[in-house]
């Protein structure tokens, strides 16, 4: 049998057994909370990274973007002075081109045509007209005639109107200038005479 010391003793190494494991439990709670909050931090500080990774790439992204638009900007900027920087000299020009037209329309009914300087005259001004249009051709100039069409304000300048039952109004029905084009863009629009019909649809 145990003597009451030896039974003092041994509950005693009991309570030191067992505040002993409450400490160690208590230590090792603590070291888990510790890691815990360190996984959180570091979770924290990474998707902080990540998000200023993110920015930063949006941001190298637009400005890439915008140096694009920039250079294709400019490229078709640098095009356009290249294309259009005769547009002066060809509105110049045209005028030229309609005084010769005018100069062979006037001789058409010339009944002298049997003598020798008007056959030379005329023969000049047609070389002079072919010459011309070559050089139209060349520089991207081209003349266009709308009869027949829709009149349309951007590419046609009305001078009058012509009454004409047999046809709707807003056409072109009369050439008074044909207009002139350097690649795509108007140099002088065609002056024109449209359609203006009395006629009622009845509908």
Known sequence: MMTNREKKLSEKEKKDSVEASAVD?????????????????????????QEKLDESNDRLLRMAAEMENLRKRSLREKEDAIK???????RDIITVADDLERALESTTNIETLNIEDTKNLIEGIEITMKSLKQIFTRNGIERFDPLGEKFDPTQHEAMFEVPDDEKESGIVAHIVEPGYKISDRVLRPARVG??????????
Do not use: L, P
Not at 194 to 203: E, F, I, L, Q
């Open 25 to 49: 439990e208590e230590e090792s709670i603590t070291e888990d909370k510790q890691d815990f909050d360190e996984d959180i931090a570091d979770q924290s500080t990474t998707e902080s990274i």
């Open 194 to 203: 449209v359609s203006k019909s009395n006629t009622k649809k009845n509908g």
């Open 84 to 90: 259009y920087s005769i547009t002066k000299f060809s």
